[in-house]
């Protein structure tokens, strides 16, 4: 009976070990995975940086002619039980709480952002 316990006992360490050197080959798996997703994004960033003109102008051309205007956001509504991501652009509009206003240059990357999150501020054009 004794060499039943001991056979037993070193078919469980065998199967520890496997368990182990699969958790091993999946962490791997994972960490090559996240550096492949980092590799993607820095390239897309490079790709996206270029030479930045548009049909309707970059904002620091729109600068250069003094043709920037000026808009006045007031936040409405709460962003609570939002969306996470538009609770996150009305952070990035600079709004921190309820009838607060910020004022920002009218370019399209505040209007596209203003657009997202309509349903929550108020605009008024300076």
Do not use: Q
Request: hydrophobic content about 30%.
């Amino acid at each position: 009976m004794a060499e039943k316990k001991k056979t037993s006992k070193a078919a469980a360490s065998k199967t520890g070990s496997k368990k182990t050197a699969s958790k091993k080959s999946a962490s791997k798996k994972t960490a090559s995975k996240k550096t492949a997703s980092k590799k993607t994004a820095a390239s897309k960033a490079a790709s996206t940086s270029g030479t930045g003109s548009t049909a309707t102008g970059s904002a620091p051309e729109k600068a250069a002619a003094g043709k920037v205007g000026r808009i006045r956001v007031t936040l409405v509504r709460s962003p609570v039980g939002k969306i996470g991501k538009h609770r996150d652009t009305v952070r990035g509009l600079g709004l921190r709480r309820m009838h607060h206003s910020v004022e920002l240059d009218d370019t399209p990357a505040i209007r596209g952002m203003v657009r997202k999150v309509d349903y929550l501020v108020r605009v008024e054009e300076i």
